[in-house]
Each structure stands twice: as C-alpha cells, then as structure tokens.
C-alpha cells in the first residue's frame, strides 16, 4: 500500500518562510492529483492547495492564493508546500493527501491516501 509521509513543520515568526514535504513510499500509483490540506484545532480539515497531472495545473485556496505554492518532483515521489508570508491564522497541522482519479472538488473525502500530518505554528 503507499504510504505519504510530510517533513518540513515547525515554528517560525509572522512573515516568515515553510517548505513543506510529502514523499510516497511503499506500492506508488501514477495519482490524478495531490494536495494539502490543513486542520486548526477545533475546526474542520480544509483545503489548502492541488497539483494535478492528468489535467494540469494547480489550484489553491483563496486564503493562501499568491503566499503558498505546490510543486513537485515526479522522479522522487514528493509534492512541496513552499509558504511564504506567513500569518498566525496558517497555524494549524497540515496534511498531504492523494487521489487515482478525479471525484468531483478538492475536499477531504474526494482523496485515497493521508500522511500523519505536520503541525505549523506561526507566531504573531
């Protein structure tokens, strides 16, 4: 079975930088999509960015779009989450998840495979 497993979270300062990583490892597919997605506490799991293969491109979140920026490496298996301009209200655990094939809109029941989860704090 594929295993995804993200690296890359920790505590950085209001305005600051995260990369965020997802490397597959284990049975690998050839995924319609991967993404991110990110739970506060208390709050529902929500959608943070996608990159897709088979229709290409990428999508985000209108409270990240132009700070946050998915990318990936094909020949390794990993997808990044490149943050920029952080704010306190991105504080949350963020999740990288995958999908063999398109379900309908990014949300959290469209996607096959979840990692364990990163936590990113921001401080304000």
């Known amino acids: 079975q594929v295993q995804l497993v993200e690296s890359g979270g920790g505590l950085v300062q209001a305005g600051g930088s995260l990369r965020l990583s997802c490397a597959a490892s284990?049975?690998?597919?050839?995924?319609?999509?991967m993404g991110w997605f990110r739970q506060a506490p208390g709050k529902e799991r929500d959608f943070v960015a996608a990159?897709?293969?088979?229709?290409?491109?990428?999508t985000y979140a209108d409270s990240v779009k132009g700070r946050f920026t998915i990318t990936a490496d094909n020949a390794k298996n990993e997808v990044y989450l490149q943050m920029n301009s952080l704010k306190a209200e991105d504080t949350a655990i963020y999740y990288c998840?995958?999908?063999?094939?398109?379900?309908?809109?990014?949300?959290?029941?469209?996607?096959?495979?979840w990692g364990q989860g990163t936590q990113v704090t921001v401080s304000s």
């Open positions: 284990g049975r690998t597919f050839s995924y319609y999509a």
């Open positions: 990159i897709s293969w088979s229709v290409g491109g990428t």
């Open positions: 998840a995958a999908r063999r094939s398109y379900t309908g809109p990014y949300v959290p029941t469209s996607f096959d495979y």
